[in-house]
């Protein structure tokens, strides 16, 4: 009773519940070696796309902006921790928040454009953006090394290489909690409210003294930090960085995460990062099915349609108001969920 | 003192002059109204005052913490930091944040933190949000709207809403409120409620309240002073009683003799 009531009241608990969970799992997983160390690379990508997708929705779900050029920050935090890391040889904090910082200079700059233009038209315009970025990473060889792509060693933190992926995994959700806690909190406050308030209705919020101005480059500012360190936990992760992973489709897949997920919604874009890194490798191993070449994009575009027709909130907000709620406001004799006073 | 004068303002759209050479004064702790038969340019005037249109020529002199400023040298988001404050024709709410959220965004300017107190919960950030909570809370009270606080906005009956964007307008601390059309869709007994809400809001908060309305009954009840415009163009200001008697306010409203 009083571990359920914890559970309703203290939004943080869910969260540091989760993270406690997960990262029990991943430590008995570097002593015994439970997960394929397949598996380990792929919980891998669900963390850092976990970053992508929350930076995407406080775009998307949050400021109600759209962007289909984000791959190309993704691309960019990428080269920079390549680039950093291998030239200038920065520990692994001072690479991974500049590898954020830098991007965010170039968000606010795409921020300016999303000043002038608004829904289908911006999301032509960024597209346009993304795809230009992407030629870009493939023609400025001093930076990127073109096609050849660039190699980079694994972070190390005073002294203790993460050559382990296991090790690299755990680093990484540490991550992942941290940006989780820091976007929980900034969504519930006053920044939070000015997002979503803009995303509602621009006129009211104007009336109520939100600039439209610092508010939509402060949307396209955090989520181009995010992304970029997205970018950077990819480039230490893979350990090498490749032109042609940065068009349209990356772009597309945030998309597709943040929509199949949830929009405005932490826990939807954990839940659209998992989906969109595990379903498509769980089909593969099928017989018959998992042989058609580029199933996986087959899959998305059909999760997405079915998403939107049958739980337009997203997979995590549909599963959270059918079972979850009713199951702790059952527990707590509630009348409505969220607690009342 | 008058608290908010509006000085030869003109708005044009093209070649259609919306507000012609508008002069009136609005004293202060008074309430305020401003009438006109449809497509009068009651909402331009508005919109010209909290800074969604751009008048041509003219001044908003708004007397404000014992200084003059003209609120046309200023920009849309900055009006509400000034103390003025305005609700919309047709309600415009944040449908997806709760009632709570929608009143907090009111207190936007009231609320001192920034992203890294936010994001981090540095100290600071407790006080400085529940000061912000408990105002939200008193004033969905006062308006009897407590119990929903935890529900969508949008989820809300059309009164509700009405009454919301009323609450939120007043967590923004302000001197002078700006209501476009409150009475809009509302029945006799409802109008009679608002009416004794607004007398009661003008007296607790200490505001001046000015307001754009059709409802006759609700101006003639409750207003201690009103312009009255057609065409943008100033037809006579005085007491309820002296628009009553006028033979120009009745031509505005039904028609001239002559003209057939």
Same mark, same amino acid.
């Given at each position: 009773?009083?571990?359920?009531?914890?559970?309703?009241?203290?939004?943080?608990?869910?969260?540091?519940?989760?993270?406690?969970?997960?990262?029990?799992?991943?430590?008995?997983?570097?002593?015994?070696?439970?997960?394929?160390?397949?598996?380990?690379?792929?919980?891998?990508?669900?963390?850092?796309?976990?970053?992508?997708?929350?930076?995407?929705?406080?775009?998307?779900?949050?400021?109600?902006?759209?962007?289909?050029?984000?791959?190309?920050?993704?691309?960019?935090?990428?080269?920079?921790?390549?680039?950093?890391?291998?030239?200038?040889?920065?520990?692994?904090?001072?690479?991974?928040?500049?590898?954020?910082?830098?991007?965010?200079?170039?968000?606010?700059?795409?921020?300016?454009?999303?000043?002038?233009?608004?829904?289908?038209?911006?999301?032509?315009?960024?597209?346009?953006?993304?795809?230009?970025?992407?030629?870009?990473?493939?023609?400025?060889?001093?930076?990127?090394?073109?096609?050849?792509?660039?190699?980079?060693?694994?972070?190390?933190?005073?002294?203790?290489?993460?050559?382990?992926?296991?090790?690299?995994?755990?680093?990484?959700?540490?991550?992942?909690?941290?940006?989780?806690?820091?976007?929980?909190?900034?969504?519930?406050?006053?920044?939070?409210?000015?997002?979503?308030?803009?995303?509602?209705?621009?006129?009211?919020?104007?009336?109520?003294?939100?600039?439209?101005?610092?508010?939509?480059?402060?949307?396209?500012?955090?989520?181009?930090?995010?992304?970029?360190?997205?970018?950077?936990?990819?480039?230490?992760?893979?350990?090498?960085?490749?032109?042609?992973?940065?068009?349209?489709?990356?772009?597309?897949?945030?998309?597709?995460?943040?929509?199949?997920?949830?929009?405005?919604?932490?826990?939807?874009?954990?839940?659209?990062?998992?989906?969109?890194?595990?379903?498509?490798?769980?089909?593969?191993?099928?017989?018959?099915?998992?042989?058609?070449?580029?199933?996986?994009?087959?899959?998305?575009?059909?999760?997405?349609?079915?998403?939107?027709?049958?739980?337009?909130?997203?997979?995590?907000?549909?599963?959270?108001?059918?079972?979850?709620?009713?199951?702790?406001?059952?527990?707590?004799?509630?009348?409505?969920?969220?607690?009342?006073? | 003192?008058?608290?908010?004068?509006?000085?030869?303002?003109?708005?044009?759209?093209?070649?259609?002059?919306?507000?012609?050479?508008?002069?009136?004064?609005?004293?202060?702790?008074?309430?305020?109204?401003?009438?006109?038969?449809?497509?009068?340019?009651?909402?331009?005037?508005?919109?010209?005052?909290?800074?969604?249109?751009?008048?041509?020529?003219?001044?908003?002199?708004?007397?404000?913490?014992?200084?003059?400023?003209?609120? &046309?040298?200023?920009?849309? =988001? @900055?009006? /509400? *930091?000034?103390?003025?404050?305005?609700?919309?024709?047709?309600? #415009? +709410?944040?449908?997806?944040?709760?009632?709570?959220?929608?009143?907090?965004?009111?207190?936007?300017?009231?609320?001192?933190?920034?992203?890294?107190?936010?994001?981090?919960?540095?100290?600071?950030?407790?006080?400085?949000?529940?000061?912000?909570?408990?105002?939200?809370?008193?004033?969905?009270?006062?308006?009897? &709207?407590?119990?929903?606080? =935890? @529900?969508? /906005? *949008?989820?809300?009956?059309?009164?509700?809403?009405?009454?919301? #964007? +009323?609450?939120?307008?007043?967590?923004?601390?302000?001197?002078?409120?700006?209501?476009?059309?409150?009475?809009?869709?509302?029945?006799?007994?409802?109008?009679?409620?608002?009416?004794?809400?607004?007398?009661?809001?003008?007296?607790?908060?200490?505001?001046?309240?000015?307001?754009?309305?059709?409802?006759?009954? &609700?101006?003639?009840?409750?207003?201690?002073?009103?312009?009255?415009?057609?065409?943008?163009?100033?037809?006579?200001?005085?007491?309820?009683?002296?628009?009553?008697?006028?033979?120009?306010?009745?031509?505005?409203?039904?028609?001239?003799?002559?003209?057939?």
């Amino acid at each position: 009773m009083a571990f359920f009531k914890l559970f309703n009241n203290n939004p943080y608990f869910k969260y540091i519940l989760g993270s406690i969970i997960f990262v029990i799992i991943v430590f008995i997983d570097l002593q015994l070696g439970l997960f394929a160390s397949r598996t380990v690379n792929l919980l891998i990508r669900v963390v850092y796309f976990s970053v992508v997708a929350i930076g995407f929705n406080i775009l998307l779900g949050y400021a109600g902006q759209i962007s289909l050029g984000h791959a190309a920050f993704m691309g960019f935090g990428a080269y920079l921790t390549a680039f950093i890391s291998n030239n200038y040889g920065l520990g692994f904090l001072p690479t991974i928040i500049l590898s954020g910082l830098i991007p965010m200079v170039f968000g606010v700059i795409l921020g300016l454009v999303a000043l002038r233009l608004e829904r289908l038209y911006l999301a032509i315009a960024t597209l346009g953006i993304g795809v230009t970025i992407e030629f870009v990473f493939r023609e400025w060889v001093w930076f990127t090394n073109g096609f050849s792509g660039v190699r980079l060693s694994r972070p190390e933190i005073f002294g203790f290489a993460f050559n382990n992926s296991r090790h690299f995994l755990l680093l990484s959700t540490i991550i992942l909690f941290i940006v989780i806690l820091f976007t929980y909190n900034l969504i519930n406050s006053k920044t939070g409210r000015a997002l979503s308030a803009m995303r509602d209705s621009g006129h009211a919020a104007q009336a109520m003294g939100i600039s439209l101005f610092k508010y939509k480059l402060i949307a396209f500012a955090l989520s181009a930090f995010y992304v970029g360190i997205a970018g950077s936990l990819y480039a230490y992760a893979e350990r090498y960085v490749h032109p042609s992973t940065w068009g349209a489709e990356l772009s597309l897949d945030m998309l597709a995460m943040v929509v199949i997920g949830g929009l405005a919604s932490i826990g939807g874009s954990v839940t659209g990062a998992g989906f969109l890194v595990f379903v498509p490798r769980l089909v593969q191993d099928l017989p018959l099915i998992g042989e058609i070449t580029n199933i996986n994009f087959i899959l998305t575009g059909l999760a997405m349609i079915l998403v939107i027709r049958f739980m337009p909130i997203g997979i995590y907000n549909w599963f959270d108001y059918k079972f979850i709620q009713p199951f702790y406001i059952k527990r707590l004799n509630l009348n409505k969920p969220g607690g009342d006073d | 003192m008058k608290k908010l004068e509006v000085k030869n303002m003109t708005k044009r759209f093209g070649g259609l002059v919306a507000v012609d050479d508008l002069s009136f004064k609005v004293e202060e702790g008074s309430i305020f109204g401003l009438i006109g038969p449809n497509g009068a340019g009651k909402t331009t005037v508005f919109n010209s005052i909290t800074r969604f249109y751009n008048p041509e020529e003219g001044e908003v002199i708004l007397r404000t913490k014992g200084s003059k400023i003209d609120l &046309l040298d200023y920009k849309t =988001h @900055q009006i /509400a *930091d000034l103390g003025l404050a305005r609700t919309f024709q047709n309600v #415009e +709410l944040f449908g997806k944040m709760t009632v709570l959220d929608n009143m907090l965004v009111g207190a936007h300017n009231n609320i001192k933190t920034n992203f890294l107190i936010e994001g981090f919960r540095l100290p600071g950030f407790k006080k400085k949000e529940n000061q912000a909570k408990t105002k939200a809370m008193e004033i969905l009270n006062f308006l009897g &709207l407590k119990k929903l606080a =935890h @529900q969508f /906005a *949008d989820s809300q009956p059309y009164g509700v809403q009405k009454l919301l #964007e +009323l609450g939120r307008v007043l967590m923004s601390e302000p001197e002078i409120i700006l209501l476009d059309e409150p009475a809009a869709g509302m029945n006799d007994s409802e109008t009679d409620k608002l009416s004794d809400l607004l007398l009661k809001i003008r007296d607790e908060y200490n505001l001046t309240v000015f307001l754009v309305e059709h409802d006759m009954g &609700l101006v003639m009840d409750i207003c201690d002073e009103i312009v009255v415009i057609n065409f943008g163009k100033s037809i006579m200001q005085g007491t309820p009683k002296e628009i009553q008697v006028s033979p120009e306010v009745q031509e505005a409203y039904l028609g001239g003799d002559d003209e057939f």
